[in-house]
């Protein structure tokens, strides 16, 4: 074990390639983690509101479209447009792509480059789940529910044109957000664990690198439900000082976990720079 955990020590002692790397879009982050995300990984985003969680996601399906990678996005926590709003206030202007929205009644003109799925999209395909199961004896799909968000995802895939012929796995990489998982069991914080899973079975694929949010509920401090920092690849957490004490807003990143990666061990400052976006720098 390297008794140095310096960043520029990181960066000197990266290991000669053995793993696919996907880049995060930010430089910094990058080089804090031999490259990127191991290509095919599940990234928890956890932390509190306001740390920067929906803005990590922006860089890294950002980095993707640059890439020509595509992506899916899902935004149960704002209308795609207030996404792309957001990031284009950062410098990540998306509507230079094309972007198909799910819940659209119009077939996509072209294959786009980006698939979104917001509330009503995720609303669209839990009545087709439904209707599906027929009149009687069917049962009904939830918007927020782990076997619609599937099912969205997969959609999402067909419009793509990667999703491979019976339906087992992509067949070119691709990018996926769900920003935020958390909201996928806000009513029953048991269950984090076993949907998390569910959802890894049905969506981790070798040709999928994915960024999940988690939201830390304020008053324990805890994500809404455990397991998916268990069951994730990586976590990358965020929070910010007690602005009561601090009296301004500090906000901080780690990178708790990442596998098969020697990764950076302390913490970043993260800063929010308008026309830029996340700047991290070093705690040393
Ligand atoms: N154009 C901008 N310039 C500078 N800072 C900005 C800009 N836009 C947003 N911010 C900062 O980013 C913060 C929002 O970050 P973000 O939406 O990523 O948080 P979050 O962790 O996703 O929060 P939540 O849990 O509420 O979804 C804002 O509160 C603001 O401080
Ligand atoms: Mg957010």
Redesign the pocket.
Known sequence: MPTDSSLEHVKKTRQREEVARVSTGIRELDEAIEGGVPRGSWVAITGE??TG???L?MHFAWAGLRGSDPVVYVTT??EFRDVVRQARQLGMDFENYSIHDISSSREPQETPQIVVVDIFGLLKVARQLSEEQGEEGGRRYAVLEIQTLVAAIREAYKILGVLREGGKGVTKHVRLVI??LSAFWADKPAMARKYSYDLKVSTHRENVTSYL?S?YAMTTKSTFGFGLEHIADGVFHLWMDDVEKSREIRRYMIIKKLRMTNHYRKAFKLEIEPGYGVKLVPLE
């Open positions: 509101p306001g969680k929906s803005i996601c926590e704002a920003d935020s949010v939201q």
